[in-house]
C-alpha cells in the first residue's frame, strides 16, 4: 500500500521570453508506508522539485500527488492543514533554513503553533523533539549561530518530525556537513525512520549516502526518473547507461581498487534542460546511444516486478566496465 | 627523489587564532600529495600561504621552493612564481574567473604576463590549451564569459591557465567538489593527464577521501591546524594508525555493502580544538588517556609513515 503517489507529475518554470523549463517532466512514482526511497540525480535533475511538490511546497502543473489516497490540491481546508502535519521537509543548508534570531525553542514554538497545536501540547513537546534529535532539552535556549553544522541539522531534523509526521522529505540533508557530522547524521535518521516507522524520501547526489540510507534507489535525470530498483539490483546490475556512468564515477575510498577500475566517462554535461534534446534525453551523452534512441523517447519499463528502467538498450553498457561493487 | 617543496614549521595565524600551527612536510617531483581533513582544519590555509595569498595573516616557519624559501621572497619575486612555478585551481571556479573579460583573454593574460609573449602569440597558444583541457570549440569558446559556461567548462578554463606557463607545482583546492559526479571524472582525470605529462607536482586539498584514493601517491590528514598522519596513500588507507584518520575512513558511506549497519562516528565537534594544550583530538578520542594532556609529536612508526598519537606507537 503506498502512502505517496506521484501520478504523471509536470511542473513547468516559465524563464520569459517563452522558455521553458521543465523541471518534471512525466514523474511517475508510488513510495509505500514505511519506505524510504532514495532519489539521486545531478544538479538539474529535478529531484528536489520533485521533492517539494511531494510535500506541498510547490503546485504541480500537471499531474496528480496523492497522499493516502488524497489529492491534496482538492482537498478542503482542514484536511488540508492535517496533510501539511503529515507531511515534512528538511532541507539541505540547516544554516539557511532557521531564523537566526530565533532560539531553537522558538522555532519549533512556532512551526508547532502554525501547524495547529495548542500551547500546552507545544510546551510538553519541544524538549521532547529536542531530545529525539539527539540535542537535549537544554539546546531550546541556543541561538542557531552558537551551534555547530550538525546541530543545526540535528535542530531542522526536530522541526520536521516535530507534528509526528507519515511522511519526510530529505533533501540531501548531509550534503553541508563533514564526514563525521554527515554519519552522524544518516544514523539519526535511520533511526527515527525505523522507530517511528516513517515514509520518506531522501534525495541526494551522493549514491553511497543513498545506500545507507534507503533500500529502493530512483534515478533522476532532466527531469524524468530513468531507473527504479532495489539497491542491490541498482548497484550491482544497473541497466539504464545513466546509472551505470553514475556509479562508475564515484570515487572510492580504496586506493587499489580505485587504480584497477574502468571508469565511464561520460562526454559533456547534462544538457541545458529548456532544451531538452529529442528522443531519450540521454542520448547526447551516451555511449551505446542508436538511431532509434535519437529518434523516439523511451517509455519506463518494468524488466523486473521491481526493476523499471528508461532505455531502448537496457543492461548493455553494465557488461563492459567493472561495476562499482563487488 | 629530489623534493621539491619542503614545508617546515608553518604557522598561519588570523589575530590570535592559529590556523595552521607548525605543519611540516616534503614534496618530490611528480608526486601527488593529498592534504584531506574536515572543515577548518587548516588545509585551504596551507595551500593559501604557500602562495603568500592570506590576508592579514602572520605567517611563520618556511617553505622552501628550490633554493628559495617561498616565506622570505619578496613581493615582486613572489609574483614571478605564482602563475609560472606554482599555480592554483579552485573549488568554485564561477568565482575564481573574472565575470567581465573573456575566458581566453584571461588565459592569455598569465602567458602574456609571466612569459612576456606578444597578444597574438598568447591567444594562439591559449586556443590550444583550450583544445588540450577538452574544451569544445574553443573558438568560440575563448571570447565566451564565465557565466555563459557551465561549472565543469569554468574549471577547465582555470586548468588551462594554471598549466598555461608549465608550473612544476600545481595546487588544487577541492577542485572537483561544487561539479556533478560525471563532470567530476572528467575533470579529475583531466588533472591526472596535464600533470603527468607535464611532470607536474600536485598538492590536491580535498575532504573526499575517494578522491584521494584515486589520485595520489600520499596522503597527510589535517586535525585543527596540524598533520596527525601522513603516509603513502595505500598504506594510510590500509593501515592508518591515528585515531582521527580511523575515524574518519569508518565514517565514510561505503557504495559496496554494509549498509544496514550503523556508520561509525567520532563524537563530539572540532569547535575549540585548536585553543586546546595537548593532543587536540582527545576530547573526541576513544583511546585518550593522561599522557594525551602532553603534545604528540608527529614521529615515523614505519618507513615513510608518520603518526603524531602517543597510543599509535
Known sequence: MSLVEAIRLERHYALGHGRVLRALDGVDVAIGKGETLGLVGESGSGKSTLGRTLV???????????????DPMTADRATAQLLRRRRQFVFQDPSGALNPRMTLGATLTEHLRVQGWDRSATRARVPEVLEQAGLGAAFAGRYPHEISGGQRQRAVIARAISTDPDFIVADEPVSALDVSTRAQIINLLRRLQSLRGLTMLFISHDLSVIAHSCRRVAVMYLGRIVEIAPREALFKEPLHPYTAALLSAIPLPDPPRERRRRRIILSG???DPTDAPQGCRFHPRCPIATEMCRRV????????PDHGVACHHPGKIAARAEPATG | MASLLDVRNLSVSFGRNPAVDGVSFTLAERETLGLVGESGCGKSTTALALMRLTHHARIEGEARFGERDLMRLDDGAMRRVRGSEIAMIFQDPGTALHPLIRVGEQVADVMRAQLGISAAEARARALELFRKVGIAAPEQRLRAYPHELSGGMCQRVMIAAAIACSPRLLLADEPTTALDVTVQAQILELIREVSSEAGMSVILITHDLGVVAGMTDRVAVMYAGRIVETAATDRLFAQPMHPYSRGLLGAVPKLDGGWDEELTTIPGTVQGAALQGGCRFAPR???????????PPLEEIAEGHFVACWKAR
Do not use: Y
Open chain 1, 269 to 271: 554535461e547534462t544538457p
Open chain 1, 297 to 304: 523517447d523511451p517509455q519506463i519499463s518494468m524488466l523486473a
Open chain 2, 285 to 295: 578520542c576513544p583511546l585518550a588517556g593522561d599522557m594525551c594532556r602532553r603534545d
Open chain 1, 56 to 70: 506541498g511546497l510547490q503546485q504541480p502543473t500537471m499531474g496528480n500527488v496523492r497522499f493516502d489516497g488524497i
